[in-house]
């Protein structure tokens, strides 16, 4: 009796840690397109980072933040004019509905790429990781273009 309790200990233990040590659910059912960052001039402090989302689930999933190794932080951002001035707001969370796509895209919601830890140029790979509410990630890489390489040129004139 004594060795069942003792077994049974040690594998829930062993399951436990198991778990601890496992990095977060990737986010399933979510799938990463036409991903780009935006070149910037060696001395940018900021780049912006473009992305469509598909969603193939049957519920909404909810971004609430970003990361990547080759910035010192990464913010979810929303372009939009007011007075005829192009402004930047900080979003807490963005949400791809349900067998829907999200857009971040130039001109409207973009990843805000801060303090890069080396100059960026095209044919780069940048590697970014979005979290999500329910603690599920989802990581994918990222090249590095030419300014004019996308749609759109409204970002490098916004006030931020």
Do not use: C
Request: aromatic share 6%; no cysteine.
């Amino acid at each position: 009796m004594m060795k069942g309790i003792i077994r049974h200990s040690a594998l829930f233990l062993a399951g436990l840690l198991a778990l601890a040590a496992a990095p977060a659910m990737a986010a399933e059912g979510l799938s990463a397109h036409q991903a780009w960052v935006r070149e910037a001039p060696p001395m940018a402090r900021m780049l912006a980072g473009y992305v469509t989302l598909k969603n193939s689930t049957g519920h909404p999933m909810k971004i609430t933040g970003a990361e990547s190794p080759a910035f010192g932080s990464v913010e979810l951002h929303r372009s939009i004019i007011k007075n005829g001035v192009a402004h930047m707001i900080k979003q807490d969370h963005v949400t791809v509905p349900a067998h829907g796509k999200f857009s971040f895209e130039p001109g409207g919601y973009h990843l805000m790429l801060m303090q890069p830890k080396q100059a960026l140029k095209a044919g780069d790979r940048v590697k970014m990781t979005l979290r999500f509410d329910d603690g599920r990630t989802m990581s994918f890489t990222m090249p590095v273009r030419k300014a004019g390489a996308g749609k759109g040129g409204m970002h490098m004139q916004m006030k931020h």
